[in-house]
């Protein structure tokens, strides 16, 4: 028996797959997620953000984070129980840092326009004042 040298060579399976995924599927490219997750580094983000157009003093906020986000979480002391979740670990440190965001804004304002500090002074007798 004979063979032919110009017939070409069957593909392998690994050939074939990386042939045909190459020509059919797009190459998918990783999230910023799967890059943080990927080099084992601390991730969150945003999703999303509601407000409520009825009342716009109230809004909520989707996060996503990764697990080496929650364990840096953990090292700096935002785990009250064994029993917290991640989302409790989260909601802690989120609360967190919307109370600094409050603080200094608060604080500049105060800086910014000083309030004047009245001071009343009453005599009460006996050589006592009453200050307020």
Not at 22 to 51: F, G, H, N
Not at 78 to 85: F, I
Not at 105 to 131: C, H, K, L, Y
Request: hydrophobic residues 35%; proline residues 5%.
């Amino acid at each position: 028996m004979m063979t032919d040298t110009k017939a070409p060579r069957p593909m392998t399976e690994k050939r074939r797959r990386r042939s045909t995924k190459s020509t059919t599927e797009p190459s998918q490219e990783k999230s910023a997620k799967e890059l943080a997750t990927a080099a084992r580094e601390p991730w969150v983000s945003i999703l999303s953000l509601d407000v409520n157009p009825d009342d716009l003093h109230q809004g909520s906020f989707e996060l996503d984070w990764n697990e080496f986000f929650i364990a840096r979480l953990v090292k700096a002391g935002y785990m009250m129980s064994k029993d917290d979740t991640d989302a409790d670990i989260v909601d802690r440190w989120f609360q967190n840092v919307c109370r600094h965001v409050v603080m200094e804004t608060w604080e500049q304002e105060q800086a910014m326009n000083p309030q004047p500090r009245f001071t009343q002074r009453r005599d009460i007798g006996g050589g006592r004042s009453e200050v307020s």
